[in-house]
Structures are given as structure tokens and as C-alpha cells.
């Protein structure tokens, strides 16, 4: 093989953001730093999908061998076991990805759930230094992810803590139009994520108007306070199409309400993802270089 002058990588650690409409997957180094990427739309057959995976390590391994590999997928999963059963990617349901990939690639796999992926992610390259560290996405749907010391909190049973599916009292000028897709009246979900608000304000979040926006800031506002409180976080990172959207203004007035109604806790520090939409790539690169069980 003729390398261009450059030395081998002695290996790479692959990740992969498998969404429900786009597949990302990226090459690392040990460091974390991206040497191949490749993006392209999620295939609706298992088969293809598999198949598409194949075909995008390959390449984004461009010869090295491959030393771990993370991948971020929708909930549900065990992330044990390495089931994935992704609720928007309808061909995929009870399929041992963990078992296929590790029978395929010879090295270890790691697999999660989406928003714990990308709170290692945003932990991990964002350069956030915090002990209790909640990561929330808020984009088709909403999550999150809890790090302690860097460690993924987990649940009764491995489960995965549904941060978004909590009651909160709202401010909607339509208020007939708010129900959660989990079944429940009055979720934040409900009301913040990028289905709720096509469905409350009949257009997509990028159409909002300031004043739609500051509603929208005051019922988030109103789960962060929630969270604050119980969770008693040093940092909130917010990221997904929604929250980098609604950009500054929006992160500016939700931390603010938050504020208003936060009592006998530490306000915590509030920002924006500073990786954009790489959170999830980036937290699967880092599963595949420190695993998970850490
Ligand atoms: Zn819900």
C-alpha cells in the first residue's frame, strides 16, 4: 500500500450516529480526532441498513484496523446486551447489533441510547468540566443524558431516565393542541420538541415568531427548574435543531425562568451544544476509544 508519506494510524476507533433519517459515521484516532467521515440517509430496510453500515465503516476505516467501535441509536435499547429496537426505524426491532458488529469487526462495540451518546459526546470534546453534568436534546423529540464523574446515570434495571416526559405547568396559547406522543396530558415533550411544536403552532420551529419563541422558552424554562431542583446539576448543555435554532435569545430566557422559579439550589450554568450536530458522532467515537462500563 502506498501512504502518501504519511505514517500509519496504527489503527482507528469508528462511531456511529445511526438516526432515524441520516447515518453518520466517522474514523478517529486514540485522541478523538476525526480522520474520515461519511454521512448519508438511513436505509429503510434492515437489511439495507445493515448493509449501509457495512459499506460506511469500510470506507471510514480506509484500510486501518479497526480497534473499537461506539454507535449512538434511538431508544429503545439494553445497552448491555446491545438490542436496539429504535422507535422511529420501524424494519429494526429486536436486533442483536452488538452480537453483528462484534462477530463482523473483531473488536468491541459499544451501543447506547442517542442522548447518553451525545452527553459523552459534549462531555468528552466539548470541553465542559463538570462532575454532574446534564446533557438535554431537543430536536424531533426531547432527551437527555445525566454524567456523573462522567459516568452515564442509568436507571432501574439499565433503564433510560425519560428527562422530557415530566409535568410542568405551561403557558400555551393553544392549549387543546398539547399532548405527548408518550400518551401522558402534559409533558415537556409535549410542549418544546420539534413534533409539539409543528403540532401546537402548525409550522416548524424555524417559523416561530419572538413571541411563540418566548412561549416556547418559558415551558423549557419551567423543565429545566424542574431538573435544577432535583438533579442539582453544575452544568445544563442544551443541543438539537430545536435549542441551536432557537439559539441565545431562547437559551438566554429559558435559563431565566428556570432562575425565577429555582429555590434552595445552585442555579447551574446553561449553554448551548458546542458541537453542534457532531454531539452524538463525537459521544460514539468516545464510547469506541473508553467503552462504556467504565
Ligand atoms: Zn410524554
Redesign the pocket.
Known amino acids: 500500500m502506498h501512504w502518501k508519506g504519511r505514517a500509519p494510524a496504527m489503527g482507528v476507533y469508528i462511531g456511529l450516529d445511526i438516526g432515524g433519517t441520516k447515518l453518520m459515521v466517522a474514523a478517529a484516532d486514540r485522541e478523538g480526532r476525526i480522520l474520515h467521515r461519511s454521512r448519508a440517509d438511513t436505509a429503510a430496510g434492515l437489511q439495507d441498513g445493515l448493509d449501509q453500515l457495512e459499506r460506511m465503516t469500510t470506507e471510514t476505516a480506509a484500510g486501518e484496523a479497526i480497534l473499537g467501535m461506539g454507535a449512538a441509536v434511538g431508544g429503545p435499547l439494553d445497552w448491555e446486551s446491545g438490542v436496539v429496537s429504535p422507535l422511529h426505524q420501524a424494519a429494526w426491532r429486536e436486533v442483536p447489533l452488538k452480537a453483528i458488529m462484534e462477530e463482523r469487526w473483531n473488536c468491541p462495540f459499544w451501543v447506547d441510547v442517542d442522548t447518553n451518546i451525545a452527553a459523552l459526546g459534549e462531555y468528552r470534546y466539548g470541553k465542559t468540566a463538570a462532575r454532574r453534568f446534564l446533557y438535554l436534546t431537543i430536536s424531533t423529540g426531547m432527551g437527555g443524558g445525566l454524567l456523573i464523574d462522567g459516568k452515564i446515570y442509568r436507571g432501574a434495571g439499565g433503564v433510560h431516565p425519560e428527562v ?2 415530566q409535568s410542568i405547568p405551561f403557558r400555551c396559547a393553544y392549549p387543546s393542541r398539547v399532548v ?3 400518551g ?1 396530558p402534559d ?1 415537556l ?2 410542549l418544546v420538541s420539534g413534533n409539539a411544536i409543528r403540532r401546537i403552532y402548525a409550522r416548524p420551529a424555524e417559523k416561530l415568531d419572538p413571541d411563540e419563541w418566548s412561549e416556547v422558552a418559558y415551558n423549557l424554562g419551567q423543565g429545566l427548574r424542574n431538573l435544577a431542583a432535583i438533579l442539582a446539576p453544575e452544568v445544563i448543555c442544551l443541543g438539537g435543531g430545536v435549542a441551536l435554532g432557537g439559539g441565545p435569545e431562547f437559551i438566554r430566557q429559558a435559563r431565566q425562568v428556570m432562575q425565577d422559579h429555582l429555590k434552595l439550589v445552585p442555579v447551574p450554568e446553561v449553554h448551548l451544544s458546542q458541537l453542534g450536530s457532531d454531539t452524538a458522532l463525537l459521544g460514539a467515537v468516545a464510547a469506541a476509544i473508553h467503552g462504556l462500563d467504565q
Request: aromatic content about 0%; hydrophobic content about 20%; some cysteine.
Open positions: 422530557a416526559h405527548c406522543e408518550c401522558a409533558c415533550e409535549g
